[in-house]
T-cell receptor, first 116, second 113 residues
């Protein structure tokens, strides 16, 4: 079946460096992608999203890149801070083309650790 | 802050007990979801609802049941808890597809002993 998978389960980055978290998806019909951050003991929190008609979107210190050709999604976090330590999930949604029947599919998650 | 609330945050209960996990949202969202998540693992959709009196089973089979009598309330019930039900249960809601994804609650961590 369709799945959203992450390449790396853990990632350690020195504070102040940039980090890149990757995600592969398998359903070419997916038209909306979201990155979530989940801190210990909390529910996932929306970080940034991107629609399939875009290949890049920037937020505050975060950038999401979408490569539809190879079905690849990445999250770049610039100038990492200790508060960035968390598990990051990518999720895909087919909602835009299937209004009323959208369900997010989540990947396994990558644990990002920022080293002081 | 997310306007979606789950209670209790933590629950330890004996095998065979009936439990209800509460989820309420004040955003007026029609769509609500329950996910099950083991520590450090992916989220698995177990139930969802697109509005009052609408409930559907998700991708992961679950012995739990849900109800949606009011827009703001989406409780999950386990008639007879077992140790295999030990997990974290996350509730979420959404408004429109392709707009900001889901808003999640803080979750209920359930331990069945």
């Amino acid at each position: 079946g369709e799945s959203v998978g992450l390449h790396l389960p853990t990632l350690s980055v020195q504070e102040g460096d940039n980090s890149i978290i990757n995600c592969a998806y398998s359903n070419s019909a997916s038209d909306y992608f979201i990155w979530y951050k989940q801190e210990s003991g909390k529910g996932p929190q929306f970080i940034i999203d991107i629609r399939s008609n875009m290949d890049k979107r920037q937020g505050q210190r975060v950038t999401v890149l979408l490569n539809k050709t190879v079905k690849h999604l990445s999250l770049q976090i610039a100038a990492t801070q200790p508060g960035d330590s968390a598990v990051y999930f990518c999720a895909e949604d087919r909602g835009l083309s299937n209004f009323g029947n959208e369900k997010l599919t989540f990947g396994t998650g990558t644990r990002l650790t920022i080293i002081p | 802050e997310a306007d979606i609330y789950q209670t209790p945050r933590y629950l330890v209960i004996g095998t065979g007990k009936k439990i209800t996990l509460e989820c309420s949202q004040t955003m007026g969202h029609d769509k609500m979801y329950w996910y099950q998540q083991d520590p450090g693992m992916e989220l698995h959709l177990i139930h969802y609802s697109y509005g009052v009196n609408s409930t559907e089973k998700g991708d992961l089979s679950s012995e739990s049941t849900v109800s949606r009598i009011r827009t703001e309330h989406f409780p999950l019930t386990l008639e007879s808890a077992r140790p295999s039900h030990t997990s974290q249960y996350l509730c979420a809601s959404s408004e429109l597809p392709g707009v900001g994804g889901y808003t999640f609650g803080s979750g209920t961590r359930l331990t069945v002993v």
